[in-house]
């Protein structure tokens, strides 16, 4: 366990512990909504106000303005409240937050504009008002939410009001490894010691230095140098646990069970709800929600403007390699999309073969059978551009995981730890792997790896934000490109 972890560890005497009175973090989150919820209010008022000082009309209707107000706000507030944003690890991470806020006014916007229509009301409201409202809330909450951070964070750190103190009953290495992923991390957290939890065959079999057994943590709890106990005891009996709860219930701080490290070496984690039972979420379901459907709309008809756009390019890439030689402009393979399926992938062809079977060498540096012009293509990226037919006929997305042909997928599917998991989505023209340098050949595992990894967590983190700034990222590797083949 990380020395970190137990630096914090005093004699729990009652004396050497500094007491203070815990603030429960979720008023936070309340109390932020709250801020919300005005700010959204106020100003609707009082943009209004203005405009119509500068429209030189001595009057307005407030009372309307204060509705699409009250109505903006509750739904803004309300989205955000459903999809965790007031939650306060959330809070802490400004640029997280302010994404989020974004996108869910837009959304609350778009559904403004669509009830005003509905009902005929639109003409009341001013289109200089909507803009400049719509504006103005973005950057008053995104101040609101820099700020929250920075306040936040003040309060979290060295024993803040809203910091946690944690102790860990069971000297295990479940209860190590608990320590060293919690006290890792920047929320706040500082875990007081590991306590011996006094079961039979409870799995207490870490030699780290405790900081006492359950009488000296009951003492810490009720003298406030604990908020929150986690029970690290993987292989106690049933009975045994009953009673350590019962005895630990008594106490004035918050109790929970670490299940194993298994849990601990995922990113979900969150305690969600099966059929009235409250279970451990390990994987969540990728695009989950609007999720789904905003990737769609982001494919369809960004790759439709893309594929217009950069129609001129792909008549002359087609017209230059139909003069290059002999064979095909297009050169199409099978490779795994979605769920596995298998599609066929359409690029310009660029090498003097064609191969789609069970043996495919990989393309390499200064390969022989990669032509002149291929080379340049594949170079600045455009021998992909005609997978923008794949993008439009649901095949594939414009950002996912590259897909790899079938044989290359068989093997690495045998060497790679999860490596299926990358086909939990459409595949992608581009990827958050190759903005970071994973493009090309990969003929080593150990690259083949960290690629999975960058697949693996672009799905656990999507978001359109998320896709936009890989493509951006896409076009500045494009143009500087570093380790194309």
Partial sequence: MAETSVSNVKNFSGESG????????????????????????????????????????????????????????????????????????????????????????G??????????FALKISDAFS???????SATTVVIIALVRIIATRLLRSMISDGGVFSRRVAIVGAT????????????????????????????????????TVAGDLSALELAARNGEIDDIVIAVPRAPRAEMDRLARRLSSLPVSISICPNTHWL?????????????????????????????????????????LLVALSPVLLLVAIAVKFQGKGPILFAQQ?????????????FRTMTVAE?????????????????????????????????FNVIRG?????????????????????????????????????WAQVNGYRGETSENELMEQRVNYDLSYIDAWSLWFDFKILLMTIMAVVFPKNAV
């Avoid at 009175?21 to 106000?49: E, K, W």
């Avoid at 209860?175 to 409870?202: C, M, Q």
């Avoid at 279970?279 to 982001?298: A, C, M, N």
Wanted: neutral net charge.
């Fill in 18 to 105: 500094r007491r203070r009175s815990s603030a429960s973090r979720a008023l936070v989150g309340d109390i932020v909504q709250f801020v919300d919820f005005i700010c959204v209010i106020a100003t609707s008022v009082v943009v209004a106000a203005i405009y119509h000082i500068f429209a030189l009309q001595s009057e307005f209707d407030y009372q309307s303005y204060t509705a699409a107000g009250i109505i903006g706000a509750t739904g803004l507030t309300a989205l955000l409240r459903r999809d965790g944003y007031y939650e306060f690890d959330q809070l802490l991470s400004t640029s997280g937050n302010i994404r989020a806020v974004v996108s869910t006014w």
């Fill in 107 to 116: 959304l609350v916007i778009l559904g403004l504009l669509a009830f005003g």
């Fill in 127 to 133: 289109r200089v008002w909507l803009v400049a409202w």
């Fill in 173 to 208: 290495k479940l209860g190590a490894r608990f320590a060293e992923h919690v006290g890792a991390a920047e929320n706040g957290i500082s875990i007081v010691g590991l306590f011996e939890a006094g079961l039979p065959d409870n799995g207490d079999d870490h030699d780290e």
């Fill in 265 to 305: 070496d995922h990113t979900g984690g969150a305690v969600t709800n099966v059929g009235g039972a409250s279970v451990l979420s390990l994987y969540r379901r990728p695009l989950e929600g609007w999720g789904s459907i905003l990737k769609t709309l982001e494919d369809f008809v960004l790759g439709a403007l």
């Fill in 335 to 347: 490779r795994h999309g979605f769920n596995n399926a298998v599609f066929r992938i359409y690029k």
């Fill in 356 to 388: 789609d079977g069970e043996a495919i060498q990989q393309a390499q540096k200064d390969d022989a059978r990669i032509t002149s012009l291929g080379k340049f293509l594949r170079r600045y990226s455009l021998d992909e551009l005609p997978q923008l």
């Fill in 395 to 431: 095949e594939m997305s414009l950002v996912g995981p590259r897909p790899h042909a079938l044989a290359h997928n068989h093997q690495y599917a045998q060497l790679i730890e999860n490596y299926s998991g990358r086909h939990k989505v459409k595949p992608g023209i581009t990827g």
